[in-house]
Each structure stands twice: as structure tokens, then as C-alpha cells.
């Protein structure tokens, strides 16, 4: 598991039983805050991502998953460079940093990171299945901001 900084509010929600992390720098004139990150990455999501997220919930819903909330219902943690949402549900609990680094010289680096902890094997079970896709959409996703984020 990566290191998450003791800074971080994130480390409000440790121990956890998997943590990674995905960054990127930005060029932008103006400083991002974390609820324009969010707001970057997730409500621009490419096409392909919302059509697993769509598959996920049509498979999870018969199984008493929440499929109806939105990411800004799930806020529940922010501070100045930093905004924590997630979820615990009885099967598992995920949070979620949308953090934000100083903006120096036009440049600033933003970084997405999560923390799960699985309460059953039911909780292990499912993350082991989204875990096969969740690196490749985060990196999409940071990828997607960095492209459309030229016009800032």
C-alpha cells in the first residue's frame, strides 16, 4: 500500500486494505481547487468510461448497491487543497483525495487517491473485479483533464 501522507485528510480514513495514487501536472493559468478537480474528472468522463459505469450499475443494483448517488453527494471531507468523498457501505468503504498542489509558474500538479477497506468477502470480492479497471480509468481520466484543460 502506498505511503499517504499524514497531511492528507485522507489519513483520516486509514487503515485501509488497498491505497493507490495518480497524478499529473497541469498547465493552467489559474490555481484548480479540489472541487473544480472533481468536477474536471468526473463530470467530463470519456465516453467509454461512462458507458462501464453504466454496466456496473445495471449489474450491481440487483445486489442492494448504491447506483443513485452522485460524487457530489459524497463529499464528506475538504479543506483548502484537498477534497475527500466516498461511500461505506456493508460491503466495503471507499474514499477517495482529490488533491490539489500549489500553483507555481503556471503549473500545477493534481493527484487522485484511494483507499479501500473491505468489510466481507463480498467487499473483497467485488473490488477485486473493479480493481482490473480502476488504474486504467484513473489514468484515463487524468489524461482526459490534461487534454481538455488547455483552454484555462
Not at 461512462?50 to 464528506?76: E, H, Q, Y
Not at 507555481?104 to 467485488?126: A, C, H, S
Request: charge should be positive.
Amino acid at each position: 500500500m502506498k505511503e499517504i501522507p499524514t497531511n492528507s485528510l485522507l489519513a483520516n480514513y486509514l487503515p485501509a486494505d488497498y491505497a493507490d495514487s495518480y497524478s499529473i501536472e497541469v498547465r493552467n493559468k489559474q490555481q484548480i481547487t479540489p472541487e473544480e478537480f472533481r468536477n474536471l474528472a468526473f463530470n467530463q468522463l470519456p465516453q467509454w468510461i461512462d458507458w462501464l459505469m453504466k454496466l456496473r450499475n445495471a449489474i450491481v443494483k440487483p445486489l442492494g448497491l448504491d447506483t443513485n448517488s452522485k460524487f457530489t453527494d459524497m463529499v464528506c471531507a475538504s479543506s483548502y487543497n484537498e477534497e475527500i468523498f466516498g461511500m461505506p457501505d456493508k460491503h466495503l468503504n471507499f474514499h477517495v483525495s482529490m488533491w490539489c498542489g500549489e500553483h507555481i509558474d503556471g503549473k500545477q500538479e493534481l493527484r487522485i487517491t484511494t483507499v479501500v477497506k473491505y468489510n466481507n468477502w463480498f467487499g473483497r470480492l467485488y473490488f477485486f473485479v473493479i480493481r482490473l479497471f480502476h488504474g486504467i480509468i484513473i489514468r484515463s481520466i487524468l489524461k482526459n483533464i490534461c487534454k481538455n484543460n488547455h483552454h484555462r
